[in-house]
């Protein structure tokens, strides 16, 4: 038996060995292409350079980026504005004191734990309220940091207590308790100002370097696939014949790179031929405006492209239209080949007369051919089989067959992954290195939680240094920079397209696989997506055991220290109105439970004797004009 599986583990090794060997050959065989990629990239990427040193990168301030970070998916702050629906004044100001009372009973610690202890212990509370509650206490109490960190340290503690007697291994895994989604807030909070002095620079050059890569090559408009991406089920498995254009685009006073200027200008920007309308007007905006944030630009479905030719020729381009070429049931989308736009052509987005007169402004993914409807497609069209059909009908010979595609992709589609992975290897190992490294101090925040996590595991007796890599890994570098490696809109003033979207997701799945101490094997039958990288990863995984060694030996932070930073950064989220409308919140979630929560703390012979079951009944009072029985 034994003997077998030595075998067994010593031909996975020898296929592992062989694996790397067929990578290293292929990306010898991409490597000329790279290098001419990369120079054309350098070349671009240092005229940004130059260009942000005029209009600098743009960050969201302080306030836009806190409110990202606590409530995702938001695109903001999603609270309701302020005691709305109070018509009188009087009730207003009654509710407004109810409220106030309610800030500062939260601060009273055993009031505030009791609370968070006894809504986690309700069934019908949700994981989402969880993070829905932890972010509003973190809105809250964003005045008071030194003791939304005692709460936090008290929390963890808890936590740690709890999951040393299942599996230690597996805590802040999740966020699946408000002290994990209370840690979050606390990370974002304490690194903004590492992310934009230290970090920010290489997080926005790759996220730039990865527009540029992708925008370079066709991408379909219909069904998202991309001829350049590191992303295996993004990629477009045809070869598409394409074209680059440069267009001269007529741009009137103080648009991009025109600031100041009184009259209209023309600027280069660089399309393909095979693009559609809109691509070619995102691009276009991308080009002129890319020293404006994107809020501030104009929307590409406000304008039109007008194709300008001689003195009279003025055409309107749009995706689809009375020339728009249909075969059975099939219409294309309008490109510039199709329009048959010359390279060097002049062209001028002008303000849209009638909005939604072009049909087409954002092309569903695919339209419903059933009804005998038109389908719409771009550069190649989508199986014509609905996906009903194809699964009744995939045979053993066909999913034989699809197993063969499949294996067929790493060697014909890798070298395209590989080639844009090695065009953009500089940008990766540049943020990997801003994340990682310890040549300046690390921010006093990560000393702080660090050490808290060392004196947690000695607290419990663990010794195993595994459950404490796994610790500080999803604390620090799953929970907060993988975050903000995915989504650079949470951090900077940017668009960011599905491709580019996809692109990020692969490059932070490596960084999370960077993270783990197992062995990082690769085989034939590996993701696409873990073969890339399967060269790259031992180098990361050693620069991040080297970040926590380095971190480890440096000098202990003192109490002080830590709180005279807290105290710092407390003073930067102020608004008054967003914490009465956190408060307004939170009371509405202290309502749905609030004989659980008055009975808790009734049980508490320190609750009683600070009388926190009758000040909250006071409360209660005043936010719902009730007459109480005290």
Known sequence: MALGCRHKSKQALRDYQKVLVQLENLETGVGDQCRKEFTDLMTEMTDLSSDLEASGIPFLDYHTFAERAFFPGHGGCPLLPELEGLEEEGRRATVRQGLTQLSNLLNSKLFLLTLIHTLEEQPGFSQRDRCHVASLLSLVLHGKLEYLTDIMRTLLGDLAAHYVHKNPKL????????????????????????????????????????????????????????????????????????????????????????????????????????????????????????????????????????????????????????????????????????????????????PQLHNGGAVSQNIPMLEDGDDGGVRLWHLVKATEEPEGAKARRSSLRERERERARAKAIPEIYLTRLLSMKGTLQKFVDDTFQAILSVNRPVPIAVKYLFDFLDELAEKHGIEDPETLHIWKTNSLLLRFWVNALKNPQLLFDVRVSDNVDAILAVIAQTFIDSCTLSEHKVGRDSPVNKLLYAREIPRYKQMVEKYYADIRQSPPVSYQEMNSALAELSGNYTSVSHCLEALQELYNHIHRYYDQIISALEEDPVGQKMQLACRLQQVAALVENKVTDL
């Open 171 to 350: 805590m802040l895994r999740r966020t699946e308790t408000m002290v994990e989604k209370l840690l979050t807030n606390w990370l974002s909070i304490c690194l903004y100002a590492f992310l934009r002095e230290v970090a920010g620079e290489p997080l926005y050059m790759l996220f730039r370097a990865i527009q540029y890569q992708v925008d370079k090559g066709p991408v379909d408009a219909v069904t998202g696939k991309a001829k350049r991406t590191l992303n295996d089920s993004h990629l477009l498995r045809e070869d598409v014949e394409f074209r680059p254009l440069t267009l001269m685009v007529l741009v009137g006073p103080g648009a991009g790179a025109a600031v100041g200027s009184s009259e209209m200008q023309r600027l280069p920007a660089r399309v393909l031929d095979t693009d559609t309308i809109t691509q070619v007007k995102e691009k276009v905006l991308d080009q002129v405006y890319k020293g404006t944030p994107f809020s501030q630009r104009p929307s590409v479905h406000a304008l039109d492209l007008e194709w300008r030719s001689g003195l009279a020729g003025h055409l309107t381009l749009s995706d689809e239209d009375l020339t728009s070429v249909t075969q059975n049931h099939w219409k294309r989308l309008n490109t510039l080949q199709h329009y048959k736009v010359p390279d060097g052509a002049t062209v001028g987005l002008i």
